[in-house]
């Protein structure tokens, strides 16, 4: 017996045996001294987070055996800073990575406040929504604005990358690209207020259910815009609601990222150039080997949300470059762990940061692991809040 426990504490000693990674940092556009908050987490392929030692421009973890995706953020007085790695423990300490820091686009105006696409059972998709939150101090529009999902590899490598896994300076989108109408300044939104853009404004929550059923957790009958697609026939027009447009479609019977999870941007076009006049010029209609897609800058990405498609092996690959989403979030089906989100009524809400004379105000470090409630919730629209997170 004696001997038997010997054996058992030496196999965990083993299992539990860190290694010291070192990473060094730098940056080609600013100094590491001059920045704040610099962080860096690795995130495991069980998905185990843990966060980096940082002193100077070094960071050490103490990592078990395994593979990561390492992730480093930063800050100065003007700019967020990002950058990633894979990496792979094997059995000894490991050094010489380093890490090179993106200028990444300052905190965004318009941005995601919350997005639900899983559905509930039994396969019913279409109430899902997108609520739209303008997080500065100042008057945005929503004119011209552009909404669409990227395309991604469902769980693997997006095909868009090249052979060494770098993914292009722009973003191919799939399904429905949509966007706002107007001429530039018809549809204010004055700060802190929100809007909701429904898949079907139905009031989902009070659908005639059957036996295998389960209730949508909203009521989307008061939602701000309808993503009517016209060139659906299984679409439905809601009246009263007024709808945004069809930038470019490529299939779908609606707007609809996939229910496991799926990338999502907010684009503005340069001033003076529409949104019919972009999708007519051949150059940002991109053909790889199976099908055309609209393909729009990474400069004209306003907020981009890294969502992982939920898949067995847990693998993480981002289809967003770090400087639009230096992380990511996911939908899981249980708390505690990452699960198979599909039906389960989950949406992904952003993180408040401080609610000052009842205004909230919402995280924005393009860096989604850190600005979003990882795993999700029940969805709620038009969800308040009190204090802070």
């Known amino acids: 017996m004696c001997a038997a426990l010997a054996f058992v504490g030496c196999d965990e000693d083993e299992v539990a045996k860190k290694y010291q990674v070192t990473v060094n940092v730098s940056c080609e556009t600013a100094s590491i001294a001059d920045m704040s908050n610099l962080a860096a ?9 843990i966060a980096g030692t940082v002193q100077d421009s070094t960071i050490t ?4 055996a395994g593979a990561y995706n390492v992730t480093v953020t930063a800050q100065d007085d003007f700019y967020n800073y990002a950058g990633s790695a894979k990496i792979t423990v094997a059995d000894k300490d490991l050094d010489g990575i380093t890490i090179t820091l993106g200028q990444s686009k300052p905190a965004g105006t318009i941005i995601f406040k919350e ?50 896994g770098n993914l ?60 009517y697609i016209p060139q ?68 004209y990405v306003i907020d ?36 198979d989100p599909t039906y389960t009524g989950r949406s992904l809400r952003r993180k408040c940061t401080k609610v000052e004379n009842g205004r909230a105000y919402f995280a924005d470090t393009n860096n989604s692991s850190n600005d979003f409630i990882l795993g999700g919730q029940t969805a709620v629209v038009r969800r308040q809040f009190t204090e802070a997170d």
């Open 41 to 49: 987490t690795a995130v495991g392929d069980n998905g185990s987070e």
């Open 61 to 64: 973890f103490n990592l078990a």
């Open 115 to 164: 997005i639900y696409t899983t559905g509930v059972q039994n396969f019913y998709w279409t109430d899902g929504f997108y609520e739209l939150v303008n997080n500065s101090d100042e008057i945005q529009y929503l004119d011209g604005i552009i909404m669409g999902i990227v395309t991604n590899g469902y769980g693997d490598v997006s095909s868009w990358a090249d052979s060494l």
């Open 168 to 227: 292009p300076d722009y973003y191919p989108m799939t399904n429905s690209t949509v966007y706002f109408p107007g001429t530039g300044t018809d549809y204010p939104l004055m700060p802190g207020q929100s809007v909701v853009c429904a898949t079907r404004p139905l009031n989902h929550a009070a659908r005639e259910l059957t036996e295998a059923d389960t209730q949508s957790p909203v009521d989307l009958s008061t939602a701000d815009w309808d993503i």
């Open 232 to 299: 659906s026939a299984q679409d439905t027009d809601v009246p009263n609601i007024p709808n945004m447009l069809v930038a470019y479609r490529t299939f779908g019977f609606d707007f609809m990222p996939a229910t496991a999870g799926q990338s999502l941007i907010l684009a503005k076009l340069p001033a003076g150039q529409t949104v019919e006049d972009f999708v007519a010029d051949p150059e940002n209609i991109k053909k790889p080997a199976y099908s055309a897609a609209l393909c729009i800058p990474s400069d």
């Open 304 to 339: 981009a949300v890294e969502i992982l498609y939920y898949n067995k092996d847990l693998a993480i690959n981002k289809v967003i470059l770090d400087k639009d989403d230096a992380g990511y979030t996911y939908y899981s089906g249980s708390e505690g762990e990452w699960t």
